[in-house]
């Protein structure tokens, strides 16, 4: 007979792959999205965009707009500064960071392509946008800043004067005495590499329906985010809207990956557009809009350099990132966080104590750029993982041995990076061990030898990762950003037994609402199918900080832990009483009071339910029964629960025509406590197509006037399935001390290295030709450029 396991217990549900609830419904067509939302009298808005990258507002024709059928209301920047106060996207704890204040929409000049300008509101989405052709703008063009280097230069045209330079932010860290380890070492590689500027693409754009009640003075906002209390602060601060009267509800979301976290100066029209009407205004961006208004990300160009000596240790580091943002920063989470992620995660798996980095974070008349999936870590990854690749070649070690030679030992932590960043307890030599026996390493050597000698040309790379997860105060606090670092959760029993959670964590698809389910079942004691999980909603679930930095499970699922024992005590309490015995001696099995120390069943939940909620005349004198609770967690100790992980790619290379197939990817990854097996690995498997789709197909391309050129699904390229690998996946769990619950983040690991694996696979196959690439996404015209075919 096999031992017990943890999962053998009564209602043990962590650590087993529980089916999302909501599955079913959504996928029976039973969801409900902003889109599907009609509410009485709404109103639909279309906005007149900017043809040019840069140019001034001369002036604004609208009379043949506002006679059109069904046209409620044409408004101009003007219109809405009367209610709105600006915004400025910086953080204090970004020492010289500047932006300039935005505001719905432009009043005097514009600053990207496709920028809204003029809002009309109409009956239809048809008819407003029938209305906004007939507007007429005039723009005196200005020379457009799109060039990273340009924008630099001392006579460069400033696109926002009043700041004194294109220059948003300049970052530095130096250890100290880097020229002289590199003048001394034995060996010295140097790359310069480019990453493509892509967008998230999600299934369901973005999406807001703004309804103003004047005579309460009540605004209520449907809107597909991310972060449903982050927007609640905005609105109320900008529109002066006391926070109480304001209500902001994000019901189903489809795809969010860190889009949906920003600020966007349509959807804050649309809040004063109702405003102004007193009616609800919906908008739903089109695809083509979704282009030049989603932000952007991962647009850097990097100049690293590594040292080792002869033995193959690495020594250090030196990084110049240069990432180009749009005109503003982001608001409220700033548009400097990726690139300060980019150069603090450098070389983090690596023992070096040695770095010195510049980031240069450039204003340039494109579409704003922000955080996304993985904020910065795919950059930080690929230079790093690049750069170890090219000491292994100047060494003649292998890429598993480079590595195992120079990682953080798992037995050294706790420590903390050159960059400053604290590493509580990571795990990468036995992440690297378990990667090399999956994939039959050695085997595939050996058939990639082969392979070659008949004219086919395979490549194996792989790539360690650390990824940022559960931030806490830290993060945005300090910095003044008004984003919560804790949650919050309420729970209840009903009268019949069966348990709701309200908790501040959102379901964007990755399954909030089930791993909440399973840790209140079991930490309570009952079936998990007689739990209902609540998000999303700033009047009915506590203030919390939603769902952003993979910190669901490890803050909201802790959240949802110390909650459900809390309760659980309560009930014991009011049942001892019940029982005439003591709250330690009984437990909760399957909904039912037990004695602790036989299982033997006392009482069922929903009675005790029902003689708190209809006789509590019946209790002993001075019995209370409290069948809800509320309770808030914030993580304490280390600032981050940092991750870690190591991907391969074995792909195979044309090298005729430089098209690539990708024939398989790993992933072993450390997310400390694994709640849903099933629903960790979706989520790497997701994360790592959009890796590859970094790697191989999208970029958001523009000319030199500061248009974007490939602005629709026909031009920019997105990873299918059919071009999409079997993604295996191994886990090593390390739980963070830090929680009772021990769960780290898994959102993000997929993407920080797919890409980085994928980029040393490819250089690994062109080894025969002495060609080698850096620069992502790897298109064939790339590929072939460095085989020097082009």
Partial sequence: MSALTPLDRPNSYIGRSVPRPNAKRLLAGRGRYVTDITLPRMLHVAYVRSPYAHARIVSINALAAREMPGVRLVATGEDLAKLCTPWVGTMDHFKGMKSPPQLPLPIDKVVWSGQAVVAVVADTRALAEDAAEAVTIEFDELPAVVDIDAAREPDAPVISPELGSNLCFHGKIDTGGIDEIFTGAAYVVEEEFHFGRHTAVTME??????????????????????????????????????????????????????????????????????????????????????????????????????????????????????????????????????????????????????????????????????????????????????????????????VFDIRSRNMIADDAYPCTSPTGYQFEALSHHACLAKLKAMMDYDRLRAEQAELRTKGIHRGIGIATFVEITNPGPAFYGVGGARISSQDGAIIKITPSGDV???????????????????????????????????????????????????????????????????LKANVLAVAAAILQDEPEKLDIHSGWIVDAATAQQRMELSEIARIAYFRSD???????????????????????????????????????????????????????????PLLVDEQIRGGVVQGLGAAFFEECVYGDNGQLTNGSLAD??????????????????????????????????????????????????????????AQVPMTPARILKALGHI
């Fill in 205 to 398: 754009p973005r999406a807001i329906i703004a309804d103003y009640d004047a005579s309460e003075g009540q605004l209520t906002v449907h809107h597909a985010t991310q972060t449903p209390y982050q927007f609640q602060d905005i609105y109320s601060r900008h529109y002066g809207i006391p926070e109480s009267r304001v209500r902001v509800i994000a019901p189903d979301i489809g795809g969010s990956f860190g889009m949906k976290l920003h600020m966007y100066h349509e959807d804050m029209a649309v809040v004063g557009l109702s405003m102004m009407l007193g009616r609800p205004v919906k908008y739903v961006a089109d695809r083509i809009e979704s282009f030049v208004s989603d932000i952007h990300a991962r647009d850097h160009r990097v100049r690293a350099r590594m040292a080792a000596d002869a033995e193959g240790n690495i020594l250090a580091m030196d990084v110049e990132d240069v990432t180009g943002i749009g005109a503003f920063s982001a608001y409220p989470r700033t548009s400097v966080v990726e690139g300060n992620q980019v150069y603090r995660l450098m070389g983090a798996p690596y023992t070096f104590r040695n770095y010195r980095a510049d980031l240069q974070v450039v204003f340039q008349n494109k579409v704003q750029m922000s955080q996304y999936r993985a904020v910065g870590h795919p950059v930080a990854c690929t230079v790093t993982e690049r750069l170890v690749d090219m000491i292994a070649d100047k060494t003649a070690l292998d």
């Fill in 716 to 773: 920019y390229l997105v990873p299918m399935a059919v071009e999409m690998p079997d993604i295996e996946i191994g886990h090593v769990e390390t739980p963070t001390l830090d929680t009772q619950l021990g769960a780290k983040g898994v959102g993000e690991a997929g993407t920080a290295a797919a890409s980085a694996a994928a980029l040393n696979a490819i250089n690994d196959a062109m080894k025969p030709f002495g060609g080698t690439v």
């Fill in 618 to 676: 019946t209790l002993p004198p001075g019995t209370q029964a409290q069948l809800s609770v509320a309770h808030h967690y914030a993580p304490q100790g280390y600032p981050f629960a940092f991750t870690n992980g190591v991907q391969a790619c074995h792909l195979e290379l044309d090298v005729e025509t430089g098209l690539v197939k990708i024939l398989k990817l790993w992933v072993v990854e450390d997310c400390g406590r694994v709640i849903n």
């Fill in 500 to 566: 709701h959670c309200s908790i501040s964590v959102t379901e964007l698809g990755q399954g909030t609402e089930t791993i909440i389910g399973q840790i209140v079942a079991e930490h309570l004691g009952v079936d998990s199918n007689r739990i209902k999980v609540m998000t999303g909603d700033t009047d009915t679930t506590p203030h919390g900080g939603a769902t952003y930095a993979c910190r669901g499970a490890g803050i909201g699922g802790e959240t949802a832990l110390q909650a459900a024992k809390k």
